[in-house]
């Protein structure tokens, strides 16, 4: 998703000359909602001799902008560029979204053929030239692998290939199917259409159906006041935010199961559906789950929690096991166990 801004004849006219070498530096901010030149710098020495002297003092750390940087290799269609998304961890939530939502519309202006590189930072060291240089490197090695790529991994590496005959047993759980009403088939289309935003479903145990409870529209500070204190739910949400200069939209699913409080019958009821419903979303209306969270009380559903389930921070070391020490204190004698024949002595 991107927001098509205005973009000022003045900006335009000068993108065109720019393509083709005049400009070593291009500012881009958005006023009164367009897009218009905020500043440029002509080419003086090398482009990594003009990189930090002319960059760096164009960084505002309280709001954000575009920098469209020129570097001396060519392409079939000319020049390339780096294009740098700033976003200062300071700057107003509401900015970071706007240029979040109109990146797309400046590299279409610009031309994406020229961009060589896209590099987003909040930081200095984020885009001075040691933090693009690193980030080139880092684009040149393999890809990091997420948590659960790296657990695969594991798996595939230490599975054992097991001889499968007429005498092999396989354990398997065949989920509930309880179909959907028709109230709660709509809401479902209605969300993947981005129409609406949340939709909150129920298990009516005594008809084996799947009932829309409702589809009220919700801010995630309203979820905590959705998930019920003394009964499960399905809870779908359209979860909207900026990641690393994009903006997002995705879907949430939320398994609320308030411990004990419910019969064991619900409980078992809403663990078997659970699969087999999410197989018929993603299947038949075309939601992607970003995320499948199961909690027991809805004050956990904070911004922050969202985030980093949706985005889990990569760690690059795991500490090392920690072997307990032993008691403490003498821990007697040692004894030394001969071989056969020979006699058993105490130290």
């Given at each position: 998703?991107?927001?098509?801004?205005?973009?000022?004849?003045?900006?335009?006219?000068?993108?065109?000359?720019?393509?083709?070498?005049?400009?070593?530096?291009?500012?881009?901010?958005?006023?009164?909602?367009?897009?218009?030149?905020?500043?440029?710098?002509?080419?003086?020495?090398?482009?990594?001799?003009?990189?930090?002297?002319?960059?760096?003092?164009?960084?505002?750390?309280?709001?954000?902008?575009?920098?469209?940087?020129?570097?001396?290799?060519?392409?079939?269609?000319?020049?390339?560029?780096?294009?740098?998304?700033?976003?200062?961890?300071?700057?107003?939530?509401?900015?970071?979204?706007?240029?979040?939502?109109?990146?797309?519309?400046?590299?279409?202006?610009?031309?994406?053929?020229?961009?060589?590189?896209?590099?987003?930072?909040?930081?200095?060291?984020?885009?001075?030239?040691?933090?693009?240089?690193?980030?080139?490197?880092?684009?040149?090695?393999?890809?990091?692998?997420?948590?659960?790529?790296?657990?695969?991994?594991?798996?595939k590496i230490t599975e054992v290939k097991t001889e499968i005959s007429v005498e092999s047993k396989h354990q398997t759980l065949q989920g509930l199917a309880f179909p959907l009403q028709e109230s709660a088939k709509r809401s479902l289309h209605l969300l993947a259409q981005k129409r609406i935003n949340y939709v909150q479903l129920r298990l009516d145990v005594e008809k084996e159906t799947i009932e829309l409870v409702h589809s009220n529209p919700t801010e995630t500070r309203d979820l905590p006041r959705r998930v019920p204190k003394d009964t499960p739910r399905y809870h779908?949400?359209?979860?909207?935010?900026?990641?690393?200069?994009?903006?997002?939209?995705?879907?949430?699913?939320?398994?609320?199961?308030?411990?004990?409080?419910?019969?064991?019958?619900?409980?078992?009821?809403?663990?078997?559906?659970?699969?087999?419903?999410?197989?018929?979303?993603?299947?038949?209306?075309?939601?992607?789950?970003?995320?499948?969270?199961?909690?027991?009380?809805?004050?956990?559903?904070?911004?922050?929690?969202?985030?980093?389930?949706?985005?889990?921070?990569?760690?690059?070391?795991?500490?090392?096991?920690?072997?307990?020490?032993?008691?403490?204190?003498?821990?007697?004698?040692?004894?030394?166990?001969?071989?056969?024949?020979?006699?058993?002595?105490?130290?």
């Open positions: 998703m991107f927001l098509a801004l205005v973009v000022t004849p003045e900006l335009r006219q000068f993108l065109a000359r720019a393509r083709g070498g005049a400009a070593r530096l291009i500012k881009v901010c958005i006023r009164d909602e367009q897009l218009v030149l905020g500043a440029y710098r002509e080419p003086q020495q090398h482009w990594d001799q003009d990189y930090d002297h002319f960059l760096l003092p164009l960084l505002d750390d309280q709001e954000p902008c575009y920098i469209l940087y020129r570097l001396d290799s060519q392409n079939a269609l000319g020049y390339e560029w780096i294009f740098i998304s700033w976003s200062p961890d300071h700057s107003p939530v509401k900015q970071k979204m706007l240029y979040a939502a109109t990146r797309a519309t400046v590299k279409k202006e610009f031309g994406g053929g020229h961009v060589k590189y896209e590099i987003f930072g909040t930081a200095e060291e984020d885009v001075c030239l040691q933090g693009y240089q690193h980030y080139v490197s880092s684009c040149s090695g393999p890809a990091p692998l997420t948590l659960a790529e790296q657990e695969l991994q594991r798996i779908f949400f359209l979860y909207k935010h900026s990641h690393e200069g994009d903006y997002l939209e995705s879907v949430v699913f939320i398994y609320s199961m308030p411990g004990y409080s419910c019969s064991i019958k619900e409980r078992m009821l809403y663990s078997s559906c659970k699969s087999r419903l999410l197989e018929e979303v993603e299947r038949d209306y075309h939601l992607e789950i970003a995320k499948k969270l199961e909690i027991d009380d809805g004050d956990e559903l904070t911004e922050e929690f969202l985030y980093d389930e949706v985005h889990p921070k990569q760690y690059a070391h795991k500490q090392a096991f920690a072997k307990p020490r032993g008691p403490a204190g003498k821990r007697g004698h040692k004894r030394l166990i001969k071989g056969a024949g020979e006699a058993i002595q105490d130290s």
